[in-house]
């Protein structure tokens, strides 16, 4: 059920919660992304320290020191950030929250970023997992994404890593790219895979309105994607993991035994997490809401906020929300929209998910909720039940989103 949003040991559990910081520098932006993200405004790196900083010792106060059992630096390029800053916002975390011990501390990096001494000091701040936008290891296609590295710098960065002490390493990849061969999509799995790397995230290129690379596609510049090359590209892949040891825990994610990422399985778990900095999201109790995406906008209302209230409101309320001034817009979660986030949300891991162990924790029987559903998608080999887990088939991974909707409206 959800959480009474007046109190705030149920808004966040004792069990605790993600915090998700979202760094919005870029020293370039790639032109397939439509992430809140920016180059050329390194003049705000100094102010945007000294705001997200501020904005984490808020929420602790408004949240009265909740647990964390993890942290995620996104962006953005969290790496490009001035020496020191990572050390700064953890510290200001620890003294604002309570994070675990052993909680997941990542952070996003661009292979070029990662010499010797900044995976030391990433070490020495506390990070023990990297996460490496390597995106492919095809120079061509690594030219057609605007990344500002080869294919030697991202091995490179990958060995640099581990010598400085970094044991949980996830590499990402994209395929589905204009121009993508399945032989080079071939040589970049097997030379990945023959590092071992610990996780491993794939993502199919979607063309976002308003990026560069759509306006390429759409004016003919480039070609339109093969679909049907990007799903053996996905199946390929997916066996050539599976034969090397890996775990296919997620739809777009692989890991060796014991190395699944507890962040992410926050979200596909649906359970609260606190997002700060430019245009990040939060889900608490039963209110989804999101900072303003302006990085200058931002800075300014965080500021704003800890003047006016130096000891903010206890507790989450529509009223409260309404006070927290980098926060540009929020939405009431009702119960039929929690519901459905659970189902699809918990349906994205490939073990499946414990219908008895969820519908117990959340107060409400969702076989028997959605039972019209499971067994429509069940006839049409969408889903599957062994036991008391119900998951997705096998050749329902590519289509995950047609079996999402039936349980929206």
């Known amino acids: 059920m959800l959480a009474d949003p007046t109190s705030p040991t149920s808004i966040v559990p004792p069990s605790?919660?993600?915090?998700?910081?979202?760094?919005?520098?870029?020293?370039?932006?790639?032109?397939?992304?439509?992430?809140?993200?920016?180059?050329?405004?390194?003049?705000?790196m100094d102010p945007y320290m000294g705001a997200v900083t501020q904005e984490i010792t808020q929420w602790g106060r408004v949240l009265e020191g909740a647990a964390v059992n993890s942290v995620f630096f996104g962006g953005g390029t969290p790496s490009y950030l001035n020496e020191g800053s990572i050390d700064r916002i953890l510290e200001s975390a620890r003294s604002s929250f309570q994070l675990k011990d052993g909680a997941e501390i990542t952070i996003e990096a661009n292979p070029g970023d990662l010499d010797l001494p900044a995976c030391q000091r990433l070490i020495s701040a506390g990070v023990n997992r990297l996460s490496i936008g390597v995106q492919s290891l095809d120079n061509e296609l690594l030219s057609l994404l605007g990344r500002r590295h080869d294919a030697d710098q991202a091995m490179a960065a990958l060995a640099t890593a581990r010598s400085g002490g970094f044991s949980n390493i996830n590499l990402d990849f994209m395929y589905g790219?204009?121009?993508?061969?399945?032989?080079?999509?071939?040589?970049?799995?097997?030379?990945?895979?023959?590092?071992?790397?610990?996780?491993?995230?794939?993502?199919?290129?979607?063309?976002?309105?308003?990026?560069?690379?759509?306006?390429?596609?759409?004016?003919?510049?480039?070609?339109?994607?093969?679909?049907?090359?990007?799903?053996?590209?996905?199946?390929?892949?997916?066996?050539?993991?599976?034969?090397?040891?890996?775990?296919?825990?997620?739809?777009?994610?692989?890991?060796?035994?014991?190395?699944?990422?507890?962040?992410?399985?926050?979200?596909?778990?649906?359970?609260?997490?606190?997002?700060?900095?430019?245009?990040?999201?939060?889900?608490?109790?039963?209110?989804?809401?999101?900072?303003?995406?302006?990085?200058?906008?931002?800075?300014?209302?965080?500021?704003?906020?800890?003047?006016?209230?130096?000891?903010?409101?206890?507790?989450?309320?529509?009223?409260?929300?309404?006070?927290?001034?980098?926060?540009?817009?929020?939405?009431?979660?009702?119960?039929?929209?929690?519901?459905?986030?659970?189902m699809f949300l918990g349906l994205r891991l490939l073990e499946g998910m414990d219908l008895a162990e969820v519908s117990s924790r959340i107060g409400i029987d969702l076989g028997e909720r959605y039972r019209s559903e499971i067994q429509d998608l069940t006839e049409l080999g969408l889903l599957e039940q062994e036991g008391p887990l119900l998951r997705l088939t096998k050749p329902a991974h590519l289509i995950a989103n047609q079996v999402f909707t039936r349980f929206v409206g």
């Open 177 to 342: 790219l204009p121009h993508q061969t399945m032989l080079q999509w071939q040589d970049t799995m097997q030379r990945m895979v023959s590092q071992h790397p610990d996780h491993i995230s794939l993502y199919c290129l979607t063309l976002e309105e308003g990026t560069p690379l759509h306006r390429w596609v759409e004016t003919g510049k480039l070609p339109q994607a093969d679909q049907d090359l990007a799903a053996d590209m996905y199946h390929y892949a997916a066996d050539l993991m599976e034969q090397e040891g890996y775990q296919h825990y997620e739809i777009s994610n692989w890991c060796l035994p014991g190395f699944e990422c507890r962040h992410n399985l926050c979200y596909w778990l649906n359970q609260p997490y606190l997002g700060v900095g430019p245009g990040a999201h939060s889900s608490l109790g039963s209110y989804r809401f999101w900072d303003i995406s302006s990085p200058g906008t931002y800075i300014a209302s965080v500021n704003d906020w800890a003047t006016k209230n130096p000891q903010p409101a206890i507790g989450l309320t529509e009223e409260v929300l309404n006070s927290v001034l980098p926060v540009d817009d929020q939405e009431h979660i009702d119960e039929d929209t929690f519901l459905a986030e659970t």
């Open 16 to 44: 605790g919660m993600a915090l998700y910081i979202h760094v919005p520098f870029c020293k370039t932006k790639c032109p397939y992304c439509d992430f809140n993200t920016y180059q050329g405004i390194e003049r705000m």
